[in-house]
């Protein structure tokens, strides 16, 4: 399995970050900070902090925090999603609205028809079984010899 350019970005976001550690939404996080990869928790209920990162509410509240940014150029972040499937549709919709490219969904997460939305939205997506807990170090590893 290839990351598809996923680790290739220069920020991560987790969408569905929990401050509650034996939630996987905590434990993708945890991951990206022991990998010393910049990430973001994302959690439309959080105020605050989750593991001492600063949270937003929504993937719109990255871009607003890239103030370098216009509107017109899309979002280079890839994100990971822990959220239940309806929900996900939606993040998916979120993304390419901001011109994400690349997304993993975490097993369980994934919306129906996954891969047909990532051709419709132009978005390179992980799911479907792979877990960045488990596949994230060797495929880190991978693309870094790219």
């Not at 987790?14 to 034996?22: F, I, K, P, Q, T």
Request: proline letters at 5%; hydrophobic letters at 40%; charged letters at 20%.
């Amino acid at each position: 399995m290839s990351g598809s350019g996923f680790f290739s970005s220069k920020a991560f976001a987790v969408v569905g970050a929990s401050a509650d550690r034996a939630k996987y939404g905590n434990r993708v996080l945890r991951w990206y900070i022991d990998n010393k990869l910049p990430v973001t928790p994302i959690n439309a209920r959080a105020d605050g902090e989750i593991e001492g990162l600063a949270s937003v509410k929504s993937l719109g509240d990255l871009q607003k925090g890239q103030q370098e940014q216009s509107e017109d150029v899309p979002l280079s972040v890839s994100v990971s999603v822990i959220t239940p499937p309806q929900v996900s549709q939606r993040i998916v919709e979120e993304a390419a609205a901001l011109g994400i490219r690349h997304m993993w969904f975490q097993p369980g997460s994934e919306p129906e028809a996954l891969d047909q939305l990532g051709e419709k939205y132009g978005i390179q997506v992980i799911g479907n079984g792979p877990c960045i807990l488990v596949e994230g170090e060797r495929m880190l590893a991978q693309e870094a010899r790219l």
